[in-house]
């Protein structure tokens, strides 16, 4: 029998559904639960041929125990490896390398040095740092947020650059970048499971938080076509399962504004129910699927395009 197991933190309403909907299904020789742990030794293997992440990003103990996991043969949704050494700012670099549109973007240096180093450890640096060609680049207004950061925590938005200053100096140790605003007449959020399943949600991030999918945007068909390709190629090349995806659309131009939420939110009270019953339905088919290809012992992981090549040379050369 292979099991499906869920991961999971303070959320209530999607992980319970995911195991009802798996169990209703009833596959031949698969069942699923909520993961349970008691101890975690070294290369032992987990008893599960799949894992649905949706906490480790929160909890460093979940992360080291998907990757013993993952090292002896289960399908971890999604790939730790690569979620530990992903960031929002890499995202916005490949993304330009595949064609899709992003807005301008720069990385900025942390304001306060971080533990266990001097100015020293900056040498590399030149002070001060461009700011002017930086402020040129982006413009403004612009959002500062942190490089790796996600729920919208520590995002500003800045007016100038006499705002940036004071701002900035309130940011700490966290390494930020400082991003264009995209003034859209159109905004969607977009599931994507298992780098092939698409689902477009209209959703408006000015409005308060509750009432963000109440949003409606009369927009074209053909539109829509290149957001679910650019949502697509996005996660086929980074490997995501199981992620969202945002869009900002300007002059009918959808700029990928968020594309780095491995554990997006998929709580039915705040994204309704019919996006509920869609991202149910479809991860539960996804993991079925992947339960199925499992293969005990291997790799099972999902690597994207990005990294692959490196992979199938490393093969080849061995």
Same mark, same amino acid.
């Given at each position: 029998?292979?099991?499906?197991?869920?991961?999971?933190?303070? =959320?209530?309403?999607?992980?319970?559904?995911?195991? @009802?909907?798996?169990?209703?299904?009833?596959?031949? #020789?698969?069942?699923?639960?909520?993961?349970?742990?008691?101890?975690?030794?070294?290369?032992?293997?987990?008893?599960?041929?799949?894992?649905? @992440? !949706?906490?480790?990003?929160?909890?460093? +103990?979940? !992360?080291?125990?998907?990757?013993?996991?993952?090292?002896?043969?289960?399908?971890?949704?999604?790939?730790?490896?690569?979620?530990?050494?992903?960031?929002?700012?890499?995202?916005?670099?490949?993304?330009?390398?595949?064609?899709?549109?992003?807005?301008?973007?720069?990385?900025? %240096?942390?304001?306060?040095?971080?533990?266990?180093?001097? =100015?020293?450890?900056? !040498? $590399?640096? *030149?002070?001060?740092?461009?700011?002017?060609?930086?402020?040129?680049?982006?413009?403004? %207004?612009? /959002?500062?947020?942190?490089?790796?950061?996600?729920?919208?925590?520590?995002?500003?938005?800045?007016?100038?650059?006499?705002?940036? /200053?004071?701002?900035?100096?309130?940011?700490?140790?966290?390494?930020?970048?400082?991003?264009?605003?995209?003034?859209?007449?159109?905004?969607?959020?977009?599931?994507?499971?298992?780098?092939?399943?698409? &689902? *477009?949600?209209?959703?408006? %991030?000015? &409005? %308060?938080?509750?009432?963000?999918?109440?949003?409606?945007?009369?927009?074209?068909?053909?539109?829509? &076509?290149?957001?679910?390709?650019?949502?697509?190629?996005?996660?086929?090349?980074? #490997?995501?399962? +199981?992620?969202?995806?945002?869009?900002?659309?300007?002059?009918?131009?959808?700029?990928?504004?968020?594309?780095?939420?491995?554990?997006?939110?998929?709580?039915?009270?705040? *994204?309704?129910?019919?996006?509920?019953?869609?991202?149910?339905?479809?991860?539960?088919?996804?993991?079925?699927?992947?339960?199925?290809?499992?293969?005990?012992? !291997?790799?099972?992981?999902?690597?994207?395009?990005?990294?692959?090549?490196?992979?199938?040379?490393? $093969?080849?050369?061995?």
């Amino acid at each position: 029998m292979k099991k499906i197991g869920i991961l999971f933190g303070q =959320e209530n309403t999607f992980p319970q559904a995911f195991v @009802d909907r798996i169990n209703r299904k009833n596959p031949p #020789g698969i069942l699923a639960e909520f993961v349970t742990i008691d101890k975690v030794l070294q290369g032992d293997a987990s008893d599960y041929a799949v894992i649905v @992440d !949706r906490i480790s990003q929160d909890v460093p +103990f979940y !992360r080291a125990y998907l990757k013993n996991a993952a090292a002896s043969g289960t399908a971890v949704i999604n790939n730790p490896f690569w979620w530990s050494a992903d960031d929002k700012f890499f995202n916005n670099a490949l993304a330009e390398k595949i064609g899709v549109h992003v807005p301008k973007t720069a990385l900025l %240096p942390s304001f306060q040095h971080p533990d266990n180093t001097n =100015e020293k450890s900056f !040498r $590399n640096l *030149i002070y001060p740092f461009d700011w002017n060609g930086i402020f040129e680049y982006v413009g403004f %207004p612009a /959002f500062l947020k942190p490089y790796d950061g996600g729920g919208w925590r520590n995002v500003y938005r800045l007016a100038d650059k006499e705002e940036f /200053f004071a701002i900035h100096q309130q940011t700490g140790q966290l390494v930020m970048m400082l991003q264009e605003e995209i003034d859209f007449t159109a905004y969607f959020r977009c599931y994507c499971i298992g780098g092939k399943y698409v &689902h *477009i949600m209209p959703y408006n %991030p000015r &409005h %308060p938080h509750a009432e963000r999918y109440q949003a409606g945007f009369d927009v074209s068909d053909t539109l829509l &076509h290149s957001i679910e390709a650019a949502t697509i190629s996005l996660n086929q090349y980074l #490997g995501y399962d +199981f992620n969202t995806v945002e869009f900002a659309v300007r002059d009918n131009i959808p700029y990928a504004i968020d594309f780095c939420n491995p554990a997006p939110d998929a709580d039915i009270h705040s *994204i309704g129910p019919e996006n509920f019953e869609w991202v149910v339905e479809t991860s539960a088919q996804y993991a079925i699927e992947r339960a199925q290809k499992q293969e005990p012992g !291997r790799d099972n992981l999902t690597w994207g395009k990005f990294i692959s090549p490196g992979i199938m040379k490393k $093969n080849s050369a061995d």
